[in-house]
């Protein structure tokens, strides 16, 4: 299957810290989704990219659609004790079919 | 709009039982999928469904089975649990891009707790 990489596994930084973490894939995609879940609950959407090179920012969040298709990147500043959780990386192959990557756990120090 | 709601919450199963696990959403989504999570593995994609009357296996589809009868239900279910399937399931939804030509950003539900003895 699809294989989508991502690091680091886990962050632990202080409070006011910026944040970066990457994505890469076996495969090219044509769109990349970040997700971001608190426990107990299910993954909520924080960025689509849908163009390589594609640049978005959602508040203090931004996020890059990697030249190659074949990764992506985001980018946290000043992170506050909010930004707790576990960070995903996502795609879609060519069939529908959505793919994962392994998270990304981010603890924010106070 | 409720999005995408699931129901149980919290499920306890033991080996050999049937069960089945229910999804349904509001949004008029053509596309939706199951997805198991397991610690340390991100989300697996069960099985997934681009349109009423059409389901395909994802990465992970044996033990499992999905029908799509309307555009807003979606259940899975699981005829003979064993304990591998203890895990969180994650019902999903979207809009197709390739048939619709809007976005495909998934909206998740709440997931439900499945645990087999």
């Known amino acids: 299957g699809q294989q989508l990489n991502q690091s680091p596994q886990s962050m632990f930084i202080q409070e006011g810290e910026d944040v970066s973490m990457n994505c890469t894939s076996s495969?090219?995609?044509?769109?990349w989704l970040w997700y971001k879940q608190d426990p107990g609950e299910g993954p909520v959407l924080l960025i689509a990219?849908?163009?390589?090179?594609e640049l978005t920012s959602n508040g203090r969040l931004t996020a890059q659609f990697g030249t190659t298709r074949k990764d992506s990147f985001l980018n946290i500043s000043a992170s506050i004790p909010s930004d707790v959780g576990i960070y995903f990386c996502?795609?879609?192959?060519?069939?529908?079919?959505?793919?994962f990557g392994t998270g990304t756990s981010l603890t924010v120090i106070p | 709009n409720a999005g995408v709601t699931q129901t149980p919450k919290f499920q306890v199963l033991k080996t050999g039982q049937s069960m089945t696990l229910q999804c349904a959403q509001d949004?008029?989504?053509?596309?939706m999928s199951w997805y198991r999570q397991d610690p340390g593995m991100g989300l697996r994609l069960i099985h997934y469904?681009?349109?009423?009357?059409?389901?395909d296996q994802g990465e992970v589809p044996n033990g499992y089975n999905v029908s799509r009868s309307t555009t807003e239900d979606f259940p899975l279910r699981l005829l003979s649990a064993a304990p591998s399937q203890t895990s969180v399931y994650f019902c999903?939804?979207?809009?197709?891009?390739?048939?619709?030509?809007?976005?495909?950003?998934?909206?998740f539900g709440p997931g439900t707790r499945l645990t087999v003895l």
């Open positions: 999903a939804s979207s809009y197709n891009y390739r048939t619709s030509g809007r976005e495909n950003t998934q909206y």
């Open positions: 495969s090219i995609f044509n769109t």
């Open positions: 990219l849908y163009k390589a090179g």
């Open positions: 996502a795609g879609p192959n060519t069939g529908n079919q959505f793919y």
């Open positions: 949004m008029n989504h053509e596309y």
């Open positions: 469904s681009v349109g009423a009357g059409i389901t």
